[in-house]
Structure formats: structure tokens, C-alpha cells
């Protein structure tokens, strides 16, 4: 709920202002862009691009994680005691 009762509650209209200044900062870019001439199809396949790669980085940490919870485990039950 809003700080004075009524209305959206607080979260909303901050996570609605964030989203509308998303919005703005990529109308901003898309002009940019669209100056140095690229095109949408460029500018498309270069943010899968760049997704794919932070994708990739993001699902190799978490493999990395449990790969070492695993080593943790695994020395837990060959050695007796607190880790």
C-alpha cells in the first residue's frame, strides 16, 4: 500500500517509473543506433548475441557451483568431522 493509504502500492510505481525509463533509455539507443545506420535486423541479432553469451556464462557458473558442492559432499564422506 502507498505511503498515505490510497492508491497503487509504493513497489508499483517504482517498478512502472523503472520500467518507463527502460523504455526511454532504449528509444534513445534505437536513435542512436539508427544514425550510425543500423539497422533493427543488426541491432536484433547483435542483443541475441549478447544474451546467448550472458545465458551461457550464467548456466556455467551454476554448473561450477554444483560441481563444487558436489567435491564438498564428497569429502565429507571420506572424512569424518565438520567442513
Same mark, same amino acid.
Given at each position: 500500500?502507498?505511503? $498515505?493509504? !490510497?492508491?497503487? *502500492? ?19 539507443? !534505437? ?8 539497422? $533493427? ?6 542483443? $541475441?548475441?549478447?544474451?546467448?553469451? #550472458? #545465458? +551461457?556464462?550464467?548456466?556455467?557458473? +551454476? ?16 572424512? *569424518?568431522?565438520?567442513?
Amino acid at each position: 500500500m502507498s505511503a $498515505d493509504g !490510497h492508491g497503487l *502500492p509504493d513497489e508499483a510505481v517504482m517498478e512502472a517509473h523503472d520500467m518507463m525509463h527502460h523504455a526511454e533509455q532504449e528509444e534513445h539507443e !534505437h536513435e542512436a543506433a539508427m544514425k550510425q545506420g543500423i539497422t $533493427d535486423d543488426m541491432a536484433e541479432a547483435e542483443y $541475441d548475441l549478447i544474451h546467448g553469451a #550472458e #545465458e +551461457r556464462a550464467a548456466r556455467d557458473e +551454476r554448473r561450477r557451483r554444483g560441481s563444487m558442492t558436489k567435491v564438498k559432499r564428497t569429502l565429507e564422506k571420506l572424512i *569424518p568431522g565438520k567442513h
